[in-house]
């Protein structure tokens, strides 16, 4: 993740003095250029970040539906729609009627996206190291741990 920082006519990089002082604008710039590096590392291993989301979340709670697999990602209903139709015409999950809710679709990884997603999985460890290689890992830790409180505050979790 290489960032260029042009400097002003007197010589001083704004940006840095920026970021230092707006730290949603900081983060802003941060998160969209990880979502730059990852949605280049999806395109080269051929399974979307949003795709590998649903796989993951999929093969870790079991089956539900795309509701709930887009309230949980965070990712827009509609997208969602797509994402499930791109999965379900490769083979990697099946949609089925919601035992528990006729008027709703049950998603269901199969055996074929567990083995996609085990695919897409070994190349994520080397993909992070790259992304955050200027961060140490106690740095990475802190981030981390940061970077949750700041979305429990922010979806209603606990402050």
């Known amino acids: 993740m290489s960032t260029t920082t042009r400097t002003t006519d007197r010589g001083t990089a704004y940006f840095p003095r920026l970021a230092a002082e707006r ?7 941060a998160s969209a250029a990880v979502a ?12 979307g970040v949003g795709q590998h989301l649903v796989l993951q ?6 089956p539900c539906s795309q509701q709930t697999l887009s309230e949980e990602l965070r990712i827009d209903r509609s997208v969602m729609v797509g994402i499930c139709d791109d999965l379900e015409q490769a083979g990697h999950v099946r949609r089925e009627r919601n035992p528990r ?3 709703s679709y049950a998603v269901t990884i199969t055996d074929p996206g567990r083995r996609r997603l085990a695919e897409a999985q ?9 992304t955050f290689h200027a961060l140490t890992s ?4 802190q981030l ?3 970077l949750t409180k700041l979305l429990q505050a922010g ?3 606990p402050r």
């Open 138 to 141: 106690e740095e990475r830790s």
């Open 23 to 29: 730290l949603d604008i900081a983060l802003c710039r």
């Open 36 to 47: 730059r590096a990852a949605e280049v590392h999806a395109a080269e291993e051929g399974l």
């Open 122 to 130: 070994a190349s994520i460890p080397a993909f992070l190291q790259d």
């Open 144 to 146: 981390s741990a940061i």
């Open 57 to 62: 979340m999929l093969d870790a709670v079991g």
């Open 155 to 157: 979806t209603g979790g």
């Open 101 to 103: 809710d006729r008027r």
